[in-house]
């Protein structure tokens, strides 16, 4: 069956073989696994996935995919195609308890990469691990460290999750259709407990955004509007962090101080 990809899905199927092999080779899968598979586009990855493991959920948004998926997958009787759009799935409903954490791997849409990360996170005390197929340059910057042109964010939002790494780059000469530019096969290992209480953590992530928000800043002149001025310079003081220092310049620790210092300071939303 001739399945043509839809741009409307940001549809790029892998079709390197060789590729997709690599791919299941570096999940290092057990047959003690749960696996979600977010697009599972034609079912070639599935079809690779599913003799490793104990059980596999296949998400796939694209209704005409679904009969060819349920077809060629009759006989894996651990796999389940669950015909739903991957944001809005109720992931717990497929999570037991009995299994274990679950390992997520998928080939995604790159423009929905970012929510993707914030629906995986939300559940992530129950993710062991993550691996995506996404942009060269989007995986940059979420493996990205303190002093890089690409370090901003997305890098401190994902790593304070997980530890991140790029496994290996992919040609887009591997998809069809080819996309403009090279993907990266990422892999995110979650961690097993926050590193912040919850009120801190959202401070963490009120002070990153607004940090970056004008990354050309200095931290003083990027933090002053969501802090009082003096307590700006109490919290940064408690650190020892200089006011005249950039926001690239911090590392996520730093970060994570700030925020924990900054208790008695009025963050605004």
Known sequence: MRIKPKKSLG?????????????????????ADTVFEIGAGRGELTRLIAPKVKKLYAFEIDSSLIP???????DAGNTQIIHQDILKARLLRYIKVRDGKVIVVGNIPYYISTPILEKLFEAGKHIKRIYLTVQKEFAQRVVAAP????????????????????????????????????????EIELRSKPLLK??????FFTVVRAAFNQRRKTLRNSLFRVTFPDKLHECLARQNISPDIRPEQLSLDSFLGLAKSAKSAKFAK
């Open 198 to 203: 919850k009120a801190d953590e959202e401070r």
């Open 11 to 31: 549809q790029n199927f892998l079709s390197d073989r060789n590729i997709l092999g690599k791919i299941v080779d570096s999940c290092n899968f057990t047959a």
């Open 68 to 74: 060819l998926l349920n077809e060629s997958l009759r």
């Open 147 to 186: 002093g890089s042109k690409t370090y901003g964010s997305l890098s401190c939002f994902v790593q304070y999750h997980g530890r991140a790494k790029i496994k290996f780059i992919i040609r887009k000469g591997s998809f069809f259709p080819a996309p403009k530019v090279d993907s990266a096969f990422l």
